[in-house]
C-alpha cells in the first residue's frame, strides 16, 4: 500500500466515515460533508465539500471521486488498460493517440523537465523498474545496468503533437511513470469538478498531497494541515508525530520523500525518487513539502526539489511566484529549512507547544 498518506494528516477531524455537519457562515447555514478515506489511486483519498445544502455538498463529494477514478483510469502504469500502459506498449512502434487530461498531464511533465533541468522526469520508468527487479533480486544494480537503463530514459526522447494529440518515443523500451505528478493532477481535477458543482469550499486529499479552497470548515479561519516529521518512526498504520501545522486557503501542498517508500537492497536503502542524470536514487533530504496554487505543481515540484537537493532546488523554489518550500533534512541533525515566504503558513500556536 501506498503510505504516502501518511506524511501529512488533516489535524481537525477523526478519521471519519461519511459526516454531515451543519453549520452557521456569517449569516447562512452551511453544509460539510466528508467522504472519509477511500481507497483509490493506490491509496487513499479524501474529499470534503462545503454547500449550501447537503444534496449539493453530496453531488460534489461524488463527482470529486468520479474525476479522481477517471485520472487513476487514464495514467496509472499498474493497469494494462490504461492509456499510459498503451503509451508505454505502443508508442515506439507508432504515434498514439491520447485523450485531452492525458496529453495535458505530459504537457505540464516536459514544462517541469525543462523548469527543473530534468531533476523532474516522468521517462523515469525503466530505472523505477530496473530498483523494483533489483529489490525482488536482492541484488543492486550494476554501474552497467544503470548505463544501459539510462538510454532509455530522457524527457527529451518523448514527443508530443499538439496537432494531433499523439505521443511517440523516439527509443525503444521507454517508459512512463506518472507516479510523480498524477496524484496532484487528480487533486485539481476533482476541484475543478466541485466548485463547478456548487461547492462554496473543499479540501481534496490523495495520498497527503492536499488542495483546499474557499470556506474553511466550522469555526476556522483556515484549513489546517499537519507536517509528519520524517524522521520519526510511524505506526503500522503510517501514522506518524507532526512537526508543524500549516495554515492553508485557496493553496495546495504536496509532499515528497524517500523516507516511508524506498527499496532495500542488501542493506541499503533506495529512495523511490530517482535522479535520471545518475540513474540512481536521490537521498538528500528526508522531504520536501511544497505549497503552490495549485497540487499539480505543488506535487511535480516537491518531486523535482526532492532530486534538485536544498540549494539549487530553494533556488528555483524563491523564482517561482506563490510557491514555497520546507525541506527537512536527514538523521542525525533535523533541520526545517524555509524558503523566504514559507513562515506564514506555519500556525504559531501548534509550534509553541
Ligand atoms: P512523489 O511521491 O510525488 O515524489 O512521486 C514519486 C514517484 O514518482 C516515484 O515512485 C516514481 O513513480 C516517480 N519518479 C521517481 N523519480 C522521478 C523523477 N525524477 N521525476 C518524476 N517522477 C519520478
Ligand atoms: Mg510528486
New binding site residues.
Given amino acids: 500500500m501506498n503510505t ?1 498518506i501518511s506524511r501529512i494528516v488533516i489535524v481537525f477531524f477523526a478519521l471519519s466515515l461519511i459526516a454531515l455537519l451543519y453549520f452557521s457562515f456569517g449569516s447562512k447555514k452551511k453544509v460539510e460533508l466528508d467522504s472519509g478515506y477511500q481507497l483509490v489511486m493506490g491509496t487513499f483519498a479524501r474529499v470534503v465539500a462545503i454547500a449550501e445544502d447537503s444534496s449539493t455538498a453530496k453531488k460534489c463529494i461524488q463527482i470529486a471521486l468520479a474525476e479522481i477514478r477517471k485520472v487513476d483510469e487514464l495514467m496509472s502504469d499498474y493497469k494494462i488498460d490504461s492509456e499510459i500502459s498503451r503509451i508505454n506498449c505502443d508508442a515506439y512502434k507508432a504515434p498514439v493517440k491520447v485523450s485531452s487530461p492525458t496529453f495535458e498531464v505530459l504537457t505540464r ?1 516536459i514544462e ?2 525543462k523548469l527543473t533541468g530534468g ?4 521517462t ?2 525503466p ?2 523498474d530496473l530498483f523494483r527487479s533489483a529489490q525482488e533480486k536482492g541484488v543492486a544494480p550494476s554501474k552497467e545496468q544503470i548505463a544501459q537503463t539510462r538510454l532509455k530514459v530522457g524527457y527529451q526522447k518523448l514527443k508530443l503533437d499538439n496537432q494531433n494529440s499523439t505521443v511517440t518515443f523516439s527509443v525503444d523500451d521507454m517508459r512512463l ?5 498524477a ?2 493532477y487528480a487533486i485539481d481535477k476533482a476541484v475543478e469538478v466541485m466548485q463547478q458543482c456548487g461547492a462554496t469550499g473543499g479540501m481534496v486529499d490523495i ?1 497527503g ?1 492536499i488542495r483546499c479552497f474557499g470556506a474553511p470548515p466550522k469555526h476556522r479561519k483556515h484549513w489546517l494541515i499537519g507536517l509528519q516529521d520524517p524522521n520519526k518512526t510511524t505506526d503500522e498504520f503510517g501514522m506518524g508525530e507532526s512537526l508543524l501545522v500549516l495554515k492553508l486557503t485557496d493553496a495546495a501542498i ?4 524517500g523516507y516511508r ?1 524506498f527499496a532495500l537492497i542488501e542493506g541499503k536503502k533506495y529512495s ?5 542524470k545518475t540513474g540512481y ?2 537521498d538528500q533530504l528526508a522531504s ?1 513539502t511544497i505549497i503552490s496554487k495549485n497540487a499539480t505543481n505543488a ?2 515540484l ?3 526539489v ?2 534538485m537537493g536544498p540549494e539549487k532546488g530553494l533556488a528555483l523554489i524563491e523564482q517561482l511566484p506563490q510557491t514555497e518550500a520546507l525541506l527537512i533534512t536527514l538523521q542525525p541533525k533535523l533541520q526545517l529549512i524555509k524558503s523566504s515566504g514559507a513562515e506564514k503558513y506555519i500556525n504559531p500556536d501548534f509550534q509553541n507547544r
Fill in positions: 504516502k511533465s517541469f523537465s531533476a523532474f522526469d516522468v523515469v520508468g530505472l523505477v511513470d506518472l507516479g510523480g505528478i496524484k496532484g495520498g498531497d504536496a509532499t515528497s520523500g517508500r523511490h525518487i530517482i535522479d535520471t536514487s536521490s520536501v506535487d511535480a516537491a518531486t523535482a526532492s532530486v
